[in-house]
């Protein structure tokens, strides 16, 4: 069993930076592959950021390359996003997805563990 707990979020001025970080708890987290998603009210989950576990590589939603970072530290079971120059369209509740059950790494539904998610909100 995995439990996520995200943290990071709040209200911040567009064109700002912003860092989230998500624990995971549980013996296996350095064995799946992790992923962030966002959800903004009346929208579907977006995919923002994943991990690969067995190679590391970092993958990313086409809107957030380029301004998003996303890293991972097995050894404090971590999973953590630098949000660079952030928009209002970024404004979303974020939330890490652990364990990879499919080959898409895009959809929610695909992984088994999933937090409550964190709050971003971008003004202008």
Request: glycine content about 10%.
């Amino acid at each position: 069993q995995v439990q996520l707990v995200e943290s990071g979020g709040k209200l911040v001025q567009a064109g700002e930076s912003l860092r989230l970080s998500c624990k995971a708890s549980g013996h296996s987290f350095r064995s799946y592959t992790v992923a962030w998603f966002r959800q903004a009210p009346g929208k579907e989950p977006e995919f923002v950021a994943g991990v690969s576990w067995a190679s590391s590589t970092p993958y990313y939603g086409e809107s957030m390359k380029g301004r998003f970072i996303v890293s991972r530290d097995n050894g404090q079971k971590t999973l953590d996003l630098q949000m660079n120059s952030l928009k209002n369209e970024d404004t979303a509740r974020y939330y890490c997805a652990a364990q990879l059950l499919g080959t898409d790494y895009s959809r929610p539904s695909n992984y088994g563990y999933r937090g409550q998610g964190t709050l971003v909100t971008v003004s202008s």
